[in-house]
């Protein structure tokens, strides 16, 4: 009796030793779990800070392109070697009221 006393309190010791490791198992795997996630976000929040970086920088030349492209002396250096365009005369010019 004493026998069948200590070996079924072994076995609830050994049930609870079970329980506290998978316990225990458990939290590390969940644990590297979300540390893995976290260092993937990083990865991906870095890759699009690139992303934005080079999409700004292609903004800026955009702009400077468009500036040149808008410029008054390329127009009309445009309008006069290319399409042979020349300033009107005063009489030519028809002032509407």
């Known amino acids: 009796m004493l ?27 969940l644990y590297t779990w979300s540390r ?13 800070t690139e ?4 999409r700004i920088t292609m903004q800026s030349n955009l702009k400077i392109e468009l500036a040149r492209l808008k410029s008054p002396d390329r127009i009309v250096n445009i309008a006069k070697n290319q399409l042979g365009l020349i300033m009107p005369t005063s009489e030519q010019i028809i002032l509407m009221p």
């Open 3 to 29: 026998k069948a006393r200590k070996k079924a309190r072994n076995l609830k010791m050994m049930g609870i030793w079970i329980i506290i490791m998978v316990i225990f198992i458990a939290e590390l795997l």
């Open 36 to 48: 893995v996630q976290c260092v993937q976000l990083g990865y991906a929040v870095s890759e699009l």
């Open 51 to 54: 992303i934005h970086h080079k």
